[in-house]
């Protein structure tokens, strides 16, 4: 059974274990790195600040009660945005409806928040995510991304409206 629980600043140490997996297993997917948030990086008060973005719907998705999966949205720039951030499933979830189940919790939940759009950076070689997002309406912006740790390169930035949610 499939399942999201949204976190409070009280589960940093479960959400602490899901992004610090994430960001092993999968460090070309994401802006962060393991080596920022270890060592020095890894105190409880970062990551209870992390679950505490003011307006932010932090979640875990959990397979027949094992935590596999999280997500973030959290308030964008403009009012009428919000942005899909942290996402990542387990290997061994995925496949299994996980990545769609947490884009639709976010995406209803920014509806419900009134914005009309859902943002999000994706790398520009992570095919598979990006593949994803596109099954479920997102389109690339044409927005410059943030700089890759390259210098050269640039996230790319894609959105989807949230109007049919």
């Known amino acids: 059974m499939l399942e999201l629980r949204r976190l409070t600043s009280d589960d940093w140490p479960l959400w602490r274990d899901l992004r610090l997996a994430a960001l092993s297993e999968a460090p070309y997917a994401f802006g962060s790195t393991l080596a920022q948030w270890q060592g020095a990086g890894d105190r409880e008060e970062r990551w209870r600040a992390r679950l505490s973005i003011p307006g932010a719907h932090d979640l875990v998705a ?43 919790a976010v995406a209803l939940w920014g509806a419900e928040r009134g914005a009309t ?47 049919s949610v």
């Open 62 to 104: 959990l397979l027949d009660g094992r935590p596999v999966g999280i997500a973030s949205g959290v308030p964008g720039e403009g009012s009428e945005d919000v942005e899909l951030i942290s996402m990542w499933v387990a290997p061994t979830a995925r496949g299994k409806g996980v990545g769609d189940y947490l884009i639709q």
């Open 117 to 163: 759009t859902l943002r999000l950076s994706v790398m520009p070689d992570n095919r598979k995510a990006t593949a994803l997002y596109e099954r479920h309406g997102f389109t690339d912006t044409n927005e410059p991304g943030d700089l890759l740790p390259d210098g050269v390169g640039r996230e790319r930035v894609m959105a989807k409206s949230l109007s």
